[in-house]
């Protein structure tokens, strides 16, 4: 199938600043803002289902191969396994190993919602979400842990209380942790690596309508960006007070480890996609994928190589450049892997 893709790129130019005067979103970058509010509010309502139903009913063994996934949650490329792709599903957890083959590999096969890698523990991930049938855990499941590289999940903290859409861990020594409670518990914020929680007071956040996406800045652990269906926000205090780096609905950002002035946020407009800033946010460069009816909702870069770049949709695509966004390959169509 031909990729849904842009593949034609430009020569780097920025294509607007931050600064007040850059261009806003018109009528299609309006239509698109609202297509992005319409697939969250979906994936929302589906979460608030599985809570009353109580758990996920759907079964895929560790081992077994993916032919077909459900809801794409998270995208994590973990510098401890910097050859391995973890995708966080509504079916389980995901890994595409270095030879391209998709596997489940979670014993029990929660709804895994948001999603990240512990920079500095090998083999430790994090998730929040909903717990498959028979796990005995409380829904929602909370904040929970994987020590075996996502095989087995214990909860950590929070458990029945929160559902983190959107989470992100600073890259610094993993012990900040943001997350987003889709059930309307708002922002939280972990210093000692999720064991202990605050919630944290974000009234313009709520005004812009919650997170769709979370990076902390790799240098900064207070220094928090979200992407929103208002545009990509900035704060400089932990979540407590935001300015906008570009106003343009944005469904997923993420900042690089070992770049510390490096962005990748995707512009849900028909003009705009996956762009880049190497500048934190001052100027903006385009990357060459404008995905079509969808929106990219989860990136991740090789922590090796940082011109290997995937995008996630909310559609189930998921994309991948080898060149820095000179060329794309699409390697799941609706939810089935290539």
Do not use: C
């Amino acid at each position: 199938m031909t990729p849904k893709t842009r593949t034609a790129r430009s020569t780097r130019a920025p294509v607007r600043s931050r600064t007040p005067s850059r261009r806003q979103p018109g009528r299609a970058g309006g239509r698109r803002a609202r297509l992005v509010i319409a697939l969250v509010a979906a994936a929302t309502a589906a979460a608030v289902l599985w809570m009353a139903l109580g758990s996920s009913t759907d079964t895929q063994a560790a081992g077994e191969p993916v032919e077909r996934f459900m809801h794409l949650h998270g995208l994590e490329i973990a510098p401890w396994a910097p050859d391995e792709v973890y995708v966080s599903t509504h079916q389980g957890l995901i890994r595409i190993d270095e030879d391209g083959a998709w596997r489940f590999v979670s014993e029990e096969p929660h709804d895994f919602m948001g999603f990240a890698a512990s920079p500095t523990d090998p083999h430790t991930l994090y998730s929040s979400g909903h717990p498959a049938q028979g796990s005995g855990l409380a829904n929602p499941i909370g904040f929970m842990v994987s020590t075996d590289a996502g095989a087995t999940w214990t909860p950590r903290s929070l458990e029945g209380q929160v559902d983190f859409h959107a989470m992100a861990v600073q890259p610094g020594d993993g012990q900040v942790i943001y997350g987003w409670d889709a059930t309307g518990g708002g922002l939280y914020r972990s210093t000692d690596g999720g064991h202990s929680w605050q919630t944290v007071a974000a009234p313009q956040l709520d005004a812009a309508g919650g997170a769709l996406s979370l990076a902390v800045h790799p240098a900064d652990p207070d220094r928090l960006l979200a992407g929103t269906s208002a545009g990509l926000l900035e704060s400089h205090d932990g979540g407590s007070t935001w300015s906008p780096l570009l106003e343009l609905p944005v469904s997923a950002v993420l900042t690089v480890a070992d770049d510390p002035e490096r962005l990748l946020a995707y512009a849900a407009t028909p003009d705009d996609g996956l762009v880049e800033s190497r500048d934190g946010g001052e100027t903006w460069a385009p990357l060459g994928l404008v995905v079509h009816d969808d929106a990219v909702g989860h990136l991740a870069v090789h922590p090796a190589d940082p011109d290997i770049i995937y995008a996630g949709t909310f559609g189930e695509d998921l994309h991948r450049t080898r060149d820095g966004g000179g060329s794309w390959e699409q390697l799941a169509d609706a939810g089935r892997p290539h």
